[in-house]
């Protein structure tokens, strides 16, 4: 059974920095791709980053310069740390198996990050 334990969000300041985690099992983790997603408040879940099995990541393009993502393939944990937060990064964070682009399993609970002063 594929789970995905998100955990790291919290209250922060504009300006802050956050480092997620998301412990994930049931699938072999080393021969997947990782994605991170996030839902702000009233809209759809959206695709963060991405970071491929040889640890490369991929940021989406509104968010290069602030967020980096990167893996632990002994601990099966994907990690995103956010810096320069701002309001409008406010939402849940999952991560998810990615594949063909989408994402490819059941969704964990998520972690809440609000970036508020």
């Known amino acids: 059974q594929v789970q995905f334990r998100e955990s790291g969000g919290a209250l922060v300041q504009p300006g802050g920095s956050l480092r997620l985690s998301c412990a994930a099992s049931?699938?072999?983790?080393?021969?997947?791709?990782m994605g991170w997603y996030r839902q702000r408040p009233g809209e759809q879940r959206e695709l963060v980053a991405t970071v491929h099995r040889n640890g490369r990541g991929v940021n989406v393009d509104s968010l290069k310069g602030r967020f980096t993502t990167s893996r632990d393939n002994v601990k099966n944990t994907v990690y995103l740390q956010m810096n320069s937060l701002k309001p409008e990064d406010t939402a849940v964070y999952y991560c998810n198996v990615v594949r063909d682009g989408s994402p490819a399993a059941s969704w964990g609970q998520g972690t809440q990050v609000i970036v508020s002063s």
């Open positions: 049931g699938f072999i983790f080393s021969f997947a791709t």
